[in-house]
Protein backbone atom coordinates (compact mmCIF):
# COMPACT_ATOMS: atom_id res chain seq x y z
CA UNK A 1 0.00 0.00 0.00
CA UNK A 2 0.74 3.62 0.19
CA UNK A 3 2.24 4.59 3.07
CA UNK A 4 4.90 6.87 4.52
CA UNK A 5 5.77 7.75 8.08
CA UNK A 6 8.76 9.11 9.90
CA UNK A 7 10.44 7.48 13.26
CA UNK A 8 10.41 10.60 15.58
CA UNK A 9 7.44 13.27 15.89
CA UNK A 10 9.76 16.02 17.38
CA UNK A 11 13.40 16.45 17.07
CA UNK A 12 15.50 19.25 19.69
CA UNK A 13 18.98 20.21 18.14
CA UNK A 14 21.28 23.26 19.43
CA UNK A 15 21.99 25.66 16.69
CA UNK A 16 25.21 24.82 14.88
CA UNK A 17 24.45 20.99 15.44
CA UNK A 18 24.02 18.53 12.45
CA UNK A 19 20.45 17.33 11.90
CA UNK A 20 19.20 14.31 11.14
CA UNK A 21 15.46 13.79 10.00
CA UNK A 22 14.31 9.96 9.20
CA UNK A 23 11.23 8.79 6.78
CA UNK A 24 10.24 5.00 6.25
CA UNK A 25 8.05 4.32 3.36
CA UNK A 26 6.72 1.56 1.87
CA UNK A 27 5.62 1.79 -1.14
CA UNK A 28 9.06 0.28 -3.26
CA UNK A 29 7.13 1.48 -6.76
CA UNK A 30 7.73 4.79 -5.89
CA UNK A 31 10.17 6.83 -7.60
CA UNK A 32 10.55 10.27 -6.55
CA UNK A 33 11.21 11.74 -3.26
CA UNK A 34 10.90 15.14 -1.76
CA UNK A 35 11.51 16.47 1.28
CA UNK A 36 9.29 19.67 2.29
CA UNK A 37 9.63 22.29 5.06
CA UNK A 38 6.90 23.90 6.56
CA UNK A 39 6.65 26.57 8.71
CA UNK A 40 3.87 28.16 10.88
CA UNK A 41 1.10 29.30 8.74
CA UNK A 42 2.46 28.50 5.71
CA UNK A 43 1.97 25.79 2.89
CA UNK A 44 4.80 23.28 3.02
CA UNK A 45 8.16 24.76 1.38
CA UNK A 46 10.30 22.33 -1.24
CA UNK A 47 13.77 21.75 0.07
CA UNK A 48 15.44 18.69 -1.90
CA UNK A 49 14.37 15.70 -3.91
CA UNK A 50 15.88 12.61 -5.12
CA UNK A 51 14.81 9.71 -7.84
CA UNK A 52 14.61 6.28 -6.99
CA UNK A 53 18.20 5.81 -9.07
CA UNK A 54 20.47 7.66 -7.11
CA UNK A 55 21.32 7.18 -3.18
CA UNK A 56 22.42 10.61 -2.35
CA UNK A 57 21.80 13.92 -3.36
CA UNK A 58 23.48 17.23 -2.30
CA UNK A 59 22.10 20.53 -1.53
CA UNK A 60 22.81 23.89 0.34
CA UNK A 61 23.06 22.82 3.84
CA UNK A 62 20.97 19.78 3.20
CA UNK A 63 21.57 16.22 2.26
CA UNK A 64 19.00 13.92 1.07
CA UNK A 65 19.90 9.81 1.54
CA UNK A 66 18.35 7.05 0.41
CA UNK A 67 18.08 3.89 1.57
CA UNK A 68 16.12 1.30 -1.00
CA UNK A 69 16.98 -1.73 0.41
CA UNK A 70 14.99 -0.77 3.77
CA UNK A 71 13.15 1.27 2.12
CA UNK A 72 14.42 4.58 3.90
CA UNK A 73 14.88 8.51 3.26
CA UNK A 74 16.50 10.72 5.48
CA UNK A 75 17.25 14.84 5.87
CA UNK A 76 20.83 16.15 6.95
CA UNK A 77 20.85 19.57 7.53
CA UNK A 78 24.02 20.75 8.51
CA UNK A 79 25.18 23.76 11.02
CA UNK A 80 21.23 23.83 12.15
CA UNK A 81 20.27 27.53 12.51
CA UNK A 82 16.80 29.03 14.38
CA UNK A 83 15.71 29.54 11.05
CA UNK A 84 15.34 25.98 10.71
CA UNK A 85 12.68 25.59 13.10
CA UNK A 86 9.50 23.65 11.14
CA UNK A 87 8.09 20.80 10.77
CA UNK A 88 9.53 18.81 8.29
CA UNK A 89 7.67 15.95 5.62
CA UNK A 90 9.14 13.87 3.47
CA UNK A 91 6.81 12.63 0.28
CA UNK A 92 6.82 10.20 -2.67
CA UNK A 93 5.28 9.33 -5.79
CA UNK A 94 4.02 5.97 -6.41
CA UNK A 95 4.73 5.26 -10.08
CA UNK A 96 1.82 6.17 -12.38
CA UNK A 97 0.72 8.44 -10.04
CA UNK A 98 0.29 12.00 -10.15
CA UNK A 99 0.00 12.70 -6.47
CA UNK A 100 2.07 13.09 -3.29
CA UNK A 101 1.92 10.83 -0.29
CA UNK A 102 3.06 12.62 2.53
CA UNK A 103 4.53 11.04 5.98
CA UNK A 104 3.12 12.50 9.56
CA UNK A 105 5.81 14.68 9.61
CA UNK A 106 8.83 15.98 12.41
CA UNK A 107 8.79 18.81 14.29
CA UNK A 108 12.63 20.62 14.34
CA UNK A 109 13.28 22.66 17.36
CA UNK A 110 16.32 24.64 17.05
CA UNK A 111 17.29 26.23 20.43
CA UNK A 112 20.14 28.72 20.01
CA UNK B 1 7.56 35.81 -10.58
CA UNK B 2 4.20 35.17 -7.95
CA UNK B 3 3.73 32.33 -6.02
CA UNK B 4 0.50 30.11 -5.99
CA UNK B 5 -1.78 31.83 -4.52
CA UNK B 6 -5.01 31.06 -2.38
CA UNK B 7 -8.83 32.52 -1.61
CA UNK B 8 -9.89 33.18 1.19
CA UNK B 9 -7.14 32.42 3.46
CA UNK B 10 -9.73 32.21 6.29
CA UNK B 11 -13.33 30.90 6.21
CA UNK B 12 -15.94 29.74 8.96
CA UNK B 13 -19.02 28.21 7.89
CA UNK B 14 -21.60 25.87 9.73
CA UNK B 15 -22.61 22.67 9.21
CA UNK B 16 -24.46 21.86 5.96
CA UNK B 17 -23.17 24.71 3.86
CA UNK B 18 -21.27 24.26 1.21
CA UNK B 19 -17.73 26.56 0.45
CA UNK B 20 -15.84 27.17 -3.11
CA UNK B 21 -12.16 27.32 -2.42
CA UNK B 22 -9.52 29.48 -5.07
CA UNK B 23 -6.12 28.76 -6.44
CA UNK B 24 -4.24 30.91 -8.81
CA UNK B 25 -1.15 28.50 -9.91
CA UNK B 26 2.18 29.99 -10.78
CA UNK B 27 1.92 31.47 -14.15
CA UNK B 28 2.95 28.96 -16.89
CA UNK B 29 2.10 26.23 -14.75
CA UNK B 30 -0.59 23.75 -15.74
CA UNK B 31 -1.02 21.55 -12.92
CA UNK B 32 -3.03 22.12 -9.83
CA UNK B 33 -3.11 19.46 -7.01
CA UNK B 34 -4.84 19.67 -3.93
CA UNK B 35 -4.27 18.41 -0.43
CA UNK B 36 -6.14 18.66 2.93
CA UNK B 37 -3.98 18.85 6.61
CA UNK B 38 -5.20 17.90 9.70
CA UNK B 39 -3.58 17.47 13.14
CA UNK B 40 -4.96 13.37 12.99
CA UNK B 41 -4.50 12.76 9.41
CA UNK B 42 -1.69 14.94 8.32
CA UNK B 43 -1.67 16.02 4.27
CA UNK B 44 -3.96 13.70 2.34
CA UNK B 45 -4.22 14.23 -1.37
CA UNK B 46 -7.67 15.09 -2.96
CA UNK B 47 -7.00 15.21 -6.69
CA UNK B 48 -4.67 16.83 -9.22
CA UNK B 49 -5.92 18.77 -12.23
CA UNK B 50 -4.04 18.91 -15.76
CA UNK B 51 -5.11 21.40 -18.93
CA UNK B 52 -8.68 21.52 -17.43
CA UNK B 53 -9.47 17.57 -16.88
CA UNK B 54 -8.97 15.73 -13.16
CA UNK B 55 -5.83 13.17 -13.49
CA UNK B 56 -6.62 11.75 -10.24
CA UNK B 57 -8.55 11.76 -7.22
CA UNK B 58 -7.50 10.78 -3.47
CA UNK B 59 -9.73 8.84 -1.34
CA UNK B 60 -12.10 11.66 -0.04
CA UNK B 61 -15.95 11.43 -0.40
CA UNK B 62 -17.92 12.82 -3.49
CA UNK B 63 -18.87 16.16 -1.70
CA UNK B 64 -15.22 17.38 -2.46
CA UNK B 65 -15.07 18.12 -5.80
CA UNK B 66 -12.80 20.60 -8.28
CA UNK B 67 -12.30 21.80 -11.18
CA UNK B 68 -9.52 23.88 -13.91
CA UNK B 69 -10.54 26.38 -15.90
CA UNK B 70 -8.49 27.25 -19.32
CA UNK B 71 -6.26 29.74 -17.46
CA UNK B 72 -5.23 26.40 -15.13
CA UNK B 73 -6.60 28.35 -12.01
CA UNK B 74 -8.60 26.13 -9.85
CA UNK B 75 -11.58 25.53 -7.73
CA UNK B 76 -12.50 22.73 -4.96
CA UNK B 77 -16.14 22.76 -3.78
CA UNK B 78 -17.56 21.16 -0.26
CA UNK B 79 -21.26 20.17 -0.32
CA UNK B 80 -22.92 19.33 2.80
CA UNK B 81 -19.87 20.73 5.18
CA UNK B 82 -19.37 18.47 8.51
CA UNK B 83 -17.41 19.29 11.17
CA UNK B 84 -14.73 17.10 10.23
CA UNK B 85 -14.14 18.95 7.15
CA UNK B 86 -12.12 21.97 9.73
CA UNK B 87 -9.01 21.77 7.57
CA UNK B 88 -6.29 23.30 6.43
CA UNK B 89 -7.12 23.05 2.30
CA UNK B 90 -3.22 23.22 0.57
CA UNK B 91 -3.28 23.93 -3.09
CA UNK B 92 -0.07 23.30 -5.27
CA UNK B 93 1.13 24.07 -8.84
CA UNK B 94 3.60 22.27 -10.75
CA UNK B 95 4.71 22.73 -14.56
CA UNK B 96 3.22 19.04 -15.90
CA UNK B 97 2.37 17.59 -12.60
CA UNK B 98 3.53 13.90 -11.36
CA UNK B 99 7.15 12.81 -10.28
CA UNK B 100 8.96 15.37 -13.37
CA UNK B 101 8.34 18.70 -11.48
CA UNK B 102 8.57 20.18 -8.13
CA UNK B 103 5.48 21.19 -6.66
CA UNK B 104 4.75 24.39 -4.89
CA UNK B 105 2.42 25.54 -2.39
CA UNK B 106 0.03 28.09 -1.38
CA UNK B 107 -0.21 29.63 1.79
CA UNK B 108 -3.46 27.56 2.56
CA UNK B 109 -6.98 28.07 3.11
CA UNK B 110 -8.36 27.56 6.97
CA UNK B 111 -11.27 26.46 6.79
CA UNK B 112 -14.01 25.82 9.72
CA UNK B 113 -17.04 24.39 10.08
CA UNK B 114 -19.06 24.56 13.00
Not at chain 2, 39 to 46: A, M, N, R, T, V
Not at chain 2, 59 to 84: A, D, H, I
Request: with cysteine; glycine share 10%.
Amino acid sequence: GESVGLHLPTLSVQEGDNSIINCAYSNSASDYFIWYKQESGKGPQFIIDIRSNMDKRQGQRVTVLLNKTVKHLSLQIAATQPGDSAVYFCAEIPTGFQKLVFGTGTRLLVSP
Amino acid sequence: KAGVTQTPRYLIKTRGQQVTLSCSPISGHRSVSWYQQTPGQGLQFLFEYFSETQRNKGNFPGRFSGRQFSNSRSEMNVSTLELGDSALYLCASSLAGGSTYEQYFGPGTRLTVT
